[in-house]
């Protein structure tokens, strides 16, 4: 629903090399990309094409090579570990194709945990605020459970209270249903789908046409260059078939 | 079919065994850092066993050798002054036990009458730095032989003179020097022809030494004067059992000359084992607390391995290769590693226990080479190597409880019980904690704890092995500052003082004892003066009286710590534990003494520990200034007198004194166990420091390995490297410490009583050892140093996640 032509997340000639390989491995090769506010924006493209490796260098997990990335305009590549770090805790939220929580901890407790970093004096409200996403995303009733004790769909939707509850300004996700069967996976973006409804800026990468048919835009990469970018509009529940197989066909004309 | 069945056979080991060793080869280069430090540790435990071995095996093998060529008494009594002949010959016909006998004529020298020379660079002086009596005898002609350094016998000619190998080492004194004594009319001059190794006096605690010189030598320097004629009579068994009986069959002969110290044959080993034999026990002790972290860590990184590797074991499973195929494979390597460690410690040995055995070859000669030279440290490696395997098989053996799917699905190691075990254990911890109610404070500290609770099971490892080289360390080093304090004299009997006269028997004896303590006593220079006489009471043993060495003087003030009871009053007598053990008598209990056929009843008063003189001696409070066998003054300098020109004074003065300082006659007589004790403490020392720094980092990498999707997941919420690397430097230091703390305390407490009572168990009058130890040494420095090697570990592995892309460690 990206109904602003603001830029909240952009990457220029941005490159990545791997030295740890010989010879090394250069895996990017100059990305130009702008992610609108409010944008729900899909990076496609087969396995080794440097999908992950452009979702972690413009999330600053990764040190680009060379190129630029600004968030909400400030340059991120020159940030220090430390602020780069609080960059994270405060404007952005991950969710990853496994859902990494600490076993040592509750649900509710792994969802509060950087929310409570970044804001320890503002405990009650952090902890209102968390209980009502996962009242919202249907996992209230779990949040006394151990990490052990709940499904895979359950554990990703927590991921996404967690992605959300320090108010991000972008939304990262890496493969989200990537280890899920097809209703949790449903489950999940169905969860997302909602999120962005609110107005929250994604970035996904993903495998499945299936999901990548929710985004208002598809960006196609091969071989470390974005080669294709495919506008579709927002994505309602009954458009859904005819989006899926349009993707199709023309990731498809991109050899996918 | 039955000509092919041997090559089809062949084949498959010939496959099987290749494949494993090629496993083996690729996970070795695979994980170099993991597989170095196992090996490292695998390494230390095989050198320290294998040398502890080879030391006890040289210094046995070389007494052995050198006590059956220089044919030491089984027993021998000292004396100066006159004594019966005519009895001793009659004592020997009464006894048909006897296989040989003979009276030593000895001329005592002080150190400062006897200097050399080297004529060719003028080097030259004298040997009063040594402390020790110096005894100048012939030849023996039937037993106890001063050997030279080849093993042979040598009969010196007239002007040449043979001196104590220690004297070669101490002054550097070689062959060809000229050696001057100064008799009481001139100077005899001697030409150094070689050296000698003695039976009896080559010990560190023997308090004197036999220079070896012609009969005509002998005799014109007897006549010369200036020296205190000795005897020693010595005796051969023909059975040394018989020892125990003998002594007391002499002791209790009133017409035998016995004012000098007697010593059996058994003590004579004992204390010629103890030094060196002290070193091996403490390396022997070392080496079973490295195999013992050698282990902990195998098996810490065997179950890593079974973790890792589950799914390809589950495949394996899968297809149906039985469990010891399997187990086989990844034993391989366990068996490389040991085998090379092995190897390696074992070499390395060769060099430390050449090392370690120098003094023993240059006072006793070295033994041959022969089979149980290299069997034994083979066997002690073999040991090393069996057990190694052994538990590692052991650990392995979970293989067979590994389901398959499990372990493919799942890539778990546990069956369905023990998952949902499991799963139960980490709901009920996750129920204690709550970030929710969590009231505020450091967040990262929080996390650290949690990670320490829920990960004890693993991170137990770095304290047991703190606790462990604390232990290594801290023991030999308080064994060492213990022998080296100037209150251990309390364990040799004597109270604590700057300096100690001694007056041995002669003939004016008694009088110049008084002039001495007279003298002594009006010096300005010197307080709290005590004198002490030796007297030969006697006392019922087994088979009749015997000689009890009685020291009485004032003990009212004395610092002498005693085990039970206290110092002697007025009809009471105080015994050395082995005197007590001897007459089975306790504090309270009475005993019966005489003295010139008088019989007095006693109080025992206490009881107190004394490892000289075969660590038979008593206390009884009283003044004695005539007819005792020796007299003993001991006094303290006042402050501002310099205790070396007191000595130097009264020495002059008082020329049949024998005056020492104190600290120097504690540091002469124990030397050699100091020094050897000084290389086990330093040898821990560094292997302490080593295991610590080793295994801190061992256990952290293959931690760090398996923590980085979690160090990865926190990362991307917004926890920062160091903040990432806080955390495990704060659960490092914290469990480094727990560990090392615990150790020290043990040290001090459990571990004073475990080296006590091996000391105990070596029968030398010690049975309540108590540490004097260097409390900032040991207990701040030595644990803050081995904090800071285990912190080191951590500083050293955890900063190379600095500049890692934080991405990497997500994906596993």
């Known amino acids: 629903m990206s109904n602003d032509d603001r830029i909240t997340l952009e990457c220029k000639e941005l490159t990545k090399t791997y030295f740890s390989t010989e010879p090394p491995a250069k895996v990017l090769h100059g990305i130009d990309l702008a992610v609108r506010t409010g944008e729900f924006l899909v990076v496609m493209g087969a396995s080794g094409s440097g999908k992950s490796t452009l979702l972690y260098s413009i999330s600053g997990m990764d040190r680009p090579t060379t190129g630029s990335v600004l968030l909400e305009g400030r340059e991120l590549t020159s940030l220090d570990d430390a602020e780069m770090s609080r960059v994270r805790l405060t404007r952005m939220g991950f969710i990853f194709q496994q859902a990494y929580f600490l076993s040592n901890l509750n649900i509710q407790d792994n969802i509060l945990l950087p929310a409570l970093k970044a804001a320890p004096g503002d405990r009650d409200a952090v902890v209102e605020r968390v209980d009502a996403l996962m009242e919202r995303f249907g996992i209230g009733h779990v949040k006394r459970h151990g990490v052990t004790q709940v499904s895979g769909g359950q554990l990703q939707r927590a991921s996404i209270c967690r992605a959300l509850a320090g108010r991000p300004a972008v939304l990262f996700a890496d493969e989200p249903t990537g280890a899920l069967n097809s209703s949790m996976s449903a489950e999940v973006m169905n969860a997302l789908t909602d999120v962005h409804g609110d107005g929250a800026t994604i970035v996904m990468v993903t495998h499945d046409p299936a999901c990548a048919a929710r985004a208002e835009r598809v960006v196609f990469l091969r071989d470390g260059l974005l080669v294709d970018t495919r506008e579709q509009g927002a994505w309602t529940a009954e458009t859904a078939k005819q989006r899926e197989d349009d993707l199709f066909s023309w990731l498809s004309s991109n050899g996918f | ?812």
Request: net charge negative.
């Open chain 2, 1 to 812: 079919m039955s000509l092919h069945a041997p090559e089809s056979w062949s084949f498959t080991v010939t496959i099987r065994d290749s494949i494993a060793l090629r496993y083996s080869y690729n996970d070795l280069t695979r994980n170099k850092g993991v597989n170095l430090a196992l090996i490292v540790i695998l390494v230390f435990s095989a050198f320290l066993m294998a040398t502890g071995s080879m030391v006890i095996e040289r210094v046995l093998s070389s007494m052995d050798q050198f006590f059956d060529e220089a044919r030491p008494p089984h027993f021998l009594q000292m004396h100066k002054g006159a004594y019966d002949r005519a009895e001793l010959e009659r004592f020997a016909s009464e006894h048909p036990e006897i296989d040989a006998w003979l009276i030593e004529e000895m001329l005592g020298y002080d150190s400062a009458a006897i200097a050399w020379e080297r004529s060719s660079t003028g080097e030259g002086g004298d040997l009063a730095d040594s402390l020790i009596d110096n005894l100048f005898v012939t030849q023996n002609a039937e037993f106890d032989f001063l050997l030279d350094e080849n093993g042979s016998i040598p009969r010196p000619d007239a002007g040449e003179v043979y001196v104590p190998v220690a004297y070669r080492e101490q002054f550097g004194i070689e062959v060809g020097d000229l050696l001057r004594v100064q008799t009481a009319e001139g100077v005899q001059e001697l030409r150094v022809e070689g050296f000698v190794r003695d039976s009896q006096m080559a010990s560190s605690l023997s308090q004197s030494t036999r220079f070896l010189i012609s009969e005509d030598d002998f005799a014109a320097m007897s006549a010369a004067g200036g020296a205190i004629p000795e005897i020693i009579v010595e005796y051969r068994l023909t059975d040394t059992s018989l020892v125990q009986d003998f002594q007391t069959a002499y002791e209790s002969d009133d017409a035998l000359p016995k004012n000098g110290e007697s010593v059996p044959y058994q003590l004579l080993r004992i204390v010629n084992a103890l030094s060196d034999g002290l070193v091996a026990a403490a390396l022997m002790f070392a080496s079973l607390l490295l195999v013992a972290i050698a282990l902990l860590n195998a098996r810490f990184v065997i179950r890593g391995t079974l973790e890792d590797e589950v799914r390809q074991i589950g495949a394996m499973k899968a297809i149906g290769l039985p469990n010891r195929t399997i187990s086989g494979l990844y034993l391989a390597k366990y068996r490389a590693m040991t085998f090379l460690a092995c190897v390696v410690g074992g070499l390395l040995a060769i060099a430390a226990a050449q090392m370690l055995t120098r003094t023993v070859q240059v006072d006793y000669g070295a033994a041959e080479v022969d089979l149980v030279s290299v069997l034994v440290p083979v066997l002690a490696l073999a040991f090393v190597y069996v057990f190694v395997i052994a538990i590692c098989r052991r650990v392995f053996g979970k293989i067979r409880r590994i389901e398959v799917v499990n372990a493919l699905v799942h890539g778990s190691t546990l069956d369905d019980r023990q998952t949902a075990r499991r799963a139960a254990r980490e709901v009920k911890r996750v129920r204690r904690t709550s970030l929710a109610a969590f009231g505020g404070g450091n967040l990262n500290r929080r996390l650290a704890l949690l990670d320490l609770r829920a990960e004890a099971r693993q991170w137990v490892l770095i304290p047991i092995v703190m606790f462990l080289a604390a232990v290594l360390m801290t023991l030999p080093m308080n064994l060492l500052s213990t022998l080296s304090d100037p209150a251990f004299v309390t364990f040799m009997g004597s109270p604590e003082s700057d300096l100690r006269a001694d007056l041995e028997f002669s003939e004016d004896v008694d009088a110049v004892h008084g002039d001495l303590l007279a003298a002594m006593s009006a010096d300005e220079g010197l307080e709290n003066v005590r004198a002490f006489a030796n007297v030969l009471y006697e006392t019922e043993g087994e088979e009749g009286w015997e000689v009890l060495r009685v020291d009485v003087g004032d003990f009212s003030s004395a610092a002498m710590p005693f085990i039970e009871g206290g110092p002697p009053g007025t009809g009471e007598i105080a015994l050395s534990v082995m005197n007590a053990e001897k007459y089975g008598l306790a504090t309270g209990d009475e005993i019966l003494v005489r003295l010139d056929g008088e019989p007095s009843n006693l109080t025992v008063s206490g009881v107190y520990q004394d490892i000289t003189g075969g660590g038979l001696s008593a206390k009884m409070q009283g003044e004695v200034d005539a007819g005792a066998a020796s007299y003993t003054v001991f006094a303290d300098t006042a402050a501002g007198a310099d205790t070396a020109e007191l000595v130097a004074e009264y020495a002059d003065a008082f020329p049949s004194a024998k005056v020492t300082p104190m600290r120097e006659f504690m540091e002469q007589t124990l030397s050699y166990v100091t020094d050897a004790v000084r290389n086990a403490a330093l040898l821990t020392f560094a292997f302490g420091l080593g295991v610590a720094l080793v295994i801190t980092s061992l256990f952290l990498k293959l931690r760090l390995t398996r923590d980085r999707q979690k160090m990865g997941m926190l990362s991307a919420v917004g926890f920062s490297t160091n903040e990432l690397i806080a955390q495990v430097r704060g659960k490092t230091l914290a469990a480094v410490v727990v560990g090392t703390v615990l150790g020290s305390v043990f040290a001090a407490t459990g571990g004073e009583s475990v080296a006590g009572s091996l000391l105990a168990l070596a029968g030398l009058g010690i049975v309540d050892l108590e540490f004097l130890p260097n409390p900032w040494l040991v207990y701040l420095a030595y644990p803050l140093l081995l904090i800071s090697a285990g912190y080191l570990g951590a500083v050293f592995l955890t900063s190379r996640l600095r500049g890692a892309d934080k991405s990497s460690w997500l994906r596993g």
